[in-house]
Nanobody, 115 residues
Framework: QVQLVESGGGLVQPGGSLKLSCEVS????????MGWYRQAPGKQRDMVAL???????NYAGSVKGRFIISRDNAKNTVYLQMNSLKPEDTAVYYC?????????WGQGIQVTVSS
């Protein structure tokens, strides 16, 4: 079974930073594409950042220059470093992987940016 377990969320002030982690099991992690998505209340779930097995990254325009996605294949873990956080970044963040033509999701973790 594929499992994704997220950690690192919480409450932070505008301008602050957080780092999310997602540990994956049940896949050949080094062969997967990983992503972070987010969903704010009443909104659609949107892509935030992607990273391929080879390390190529892609970011939503709203987070370019502020967020960094990375992976550690030895730890089966993908990270999202979030800097210069804004209230608009407040959402539930989900880790996602593509494995054998299907998508798998973590449980979601709350990030709240507020004074």
């Amino acid at each position: 079974q594929v499992q994704l377990v997220e950690s690192g969320g919480g409450l932070v002030q505008p301008g602050g930073s957080l780092k999310l982690s997602c540990e994956v099991s049940g896949t050949i992690f080094r062969s997967t594409t990983m992503g972070w998505y987010r969903q704010a209340p009443g909104k659609q779930r949107d892509m935030v950042a992607l990273i391929t097995s080879g390390g190529t990254t892609n970011y939503a325009g709203s987070v370019k220059g502020r967020f960094i996605i990375s992976r550690d294949n030895a730890k089966n873990t993908v990270y999202l470093q979030m800097n210069s956080l804004k209230p608009e970044d407040t959402a539930v963040y989900y880790c996602c992987t593509v494995w054998r033509t299907d998508n798998y999701w973590g449980q979601g973790i709350q990030v709240t940016v507020s004074s």
